[in-house]
Nanobody, 115 residues
Framework: VQLQASGGGLVQAGGSLRLTCVAS????????MGWYRQAPGKQRELVAL????????NYLDSVKGRFTISRDNAKNTVYLQMNSLKPEDTAVYYC?????????WGQGTQVTVSS
């Protein structure tokens, strides 16, 4: 299984970005996909998770109301729509897929929010 994340970049505070992660390989119909982020000097933290049926498990409190996770199972793709971005959202964002006890990670995409 490989995950390819894209969509990061430099944006001013208040702006928006949409992250995309495409999974390829042996993808089972039942899985959980999600986004994590890691800021410099900080631990990686969970941003949001979404089930293959579309149910969202949770959002990081600091992004609730601003970020929306979604997925397209036909394309094995998960998205993260990020609105009203803040400088504290600056981090490397990683996509993740969990299925049948195995966890897979994408390469990360840098999001930088300037004040």
């Amino acid at each position: 299984v490989q995950l390819q994340a894209s969509g990061g970049g430099l944006v001013q505070a208040g702006g928006s970005l949409r992250l995309t992660c495409v999974a390829s390989g042996n993808i089972f119909s039942s899985n959980v996909m999600g986004w994590y982020r890691q800021a410099p000097g900080k631990q990686r933290e969970l941003v949001a998770l979404i089930l293959s049926g579309g149910g969202v498990l949770n959002y990081l409190d600091s992004v609730k109301g601003r970020f929306t996770i979604s997925r397209d199972n036909a394309k094995n793709t998960v998205y993260l729509q990020m609105n009203s971005l803040k400088p504290e959202d600056t981090a490397v964002y990683y996509c993740n897929l969990n299925q049948r006890g195995s966890s897979y990670w994408g390469q990360g995409t840098q999001v930088t929010v300037s004040s």
